[in-house]
T-cell receptor, first 111, second 114 residues
Framework: DTGVSQDPRHKITKRGQNVTFRCDPISEHNRLYWYRQTLGQGPEFLTY????????KSRLLSDRFSAERPKGSFSTLEIQRTEQGDSAMYLC?????????FGSGTRLTVV | AQSVTQLGSHVSVSEGALVLLRCNYSSSVPPYLFWYVQYPNQGLQLLLK??????LVKGINGFEAEFKKSETSFHLTKPSAHMSDAAEYFCAVSEGSGNTPLVFGKGTRLSVIA
């Protein structure tokens, strides 16, 4: 069990560029979640998958955001036309009925 | 809809003193409740969780929390603070078995003074 891996750890991008983050969950976990955490706030739910099916999307997930989990394994979160307000830590987690495990996050800075 | 309120965005205690971090929740169904700790630039580490059964839950690093349904509270305590406890603490609630999205509070930053 290598835990939940996120790549990259840090990303600096210019406003208007597209960025993509990757999350590799614990292999036996069937659910995968994306959260966003801004400075001084708790994580906010964005979306989650059961295997390859996207079960729920938060209203925080604007049409510039898209998430996929092909084949029910790793997941990607893409942000198109980034804005300064997208600067945040993006956390991935995976779970089974025994509970959650979080990754270390990807910190995005939009300049 | 579920929600979590953490009272006090910043708590400061002396080393060796009691730690008390407050959490109140709102849920229309029996809740699952969690406390997480986050160190700078790291992910979230589970301290403890309440699912069903015993209302006093013991976690890692000497922390414990008590589920009080009548008060809709799940406060986190530790008898004696250590310098290494300085971190951000988040209370969270979920509807299901812990295999559903979590709703987090805004967090409480704990400082420990030598």
């Amino acid at each position: 069990d290598t835990g939940v891996s996120q790549d990259p750890r840090h990303k600096i991008t210019k406003r208007g560029q597209n960025v993509t983050f990757r999350c590799d969950p614990i292999s036996e976990h069937n659910r995968l979640y994306w959260y966003r955490q801004t400075l001084g706030q708790g994580p906010e739910f964005l979306t989650y998958f059961q295997n390859e099916a996207q079960l729920e999307k938060s209203r925080l997930l604007s049409d510039r955001f898209s998430a996929e989990r092909p084949k029910g394994s790793f997941s990607t979160l893409e942000i198109q036309r980034t804005e300064q307000g997208d600067s945040a830590m993006y956390l991935c987690a995976s779970s089974s009925v025994r509970g959650y495990t979080f990754g270390s996050g990807t910190r995005l800075t939009v300049v | 809809a579920q929600s979590v309120t953490q009272l006090g965005s910043h708590v400061s205690v002396s080393e060796g003193a009691l730690v008390l971090l407050r959490c109140n929740y709102s849920s229309s169904v029996p809740p699952y409740l969690f406390w997480y700790v986050q160190y700078p630039n790291q992910g979230l580490q589970l301290l403890l969780k309440y699912t069903t059964g015993a209302t006093l839950v013991k976690g890692i690093n000497g922390f414990e929390a008590e589920f009080k349904k009548s008060e809709t509270s799940f406060h986190l305590t530790k008898p004696s603070a250590h310098m290494s406890d300085a971190a951000e603490y988040f209370c969270a609630v979920s509807e299901g078995s812990g295999n559903t999205p979590l709703v987090f509070g805004k967090g409480t930053r704990l400082s420990v003074i030598a």
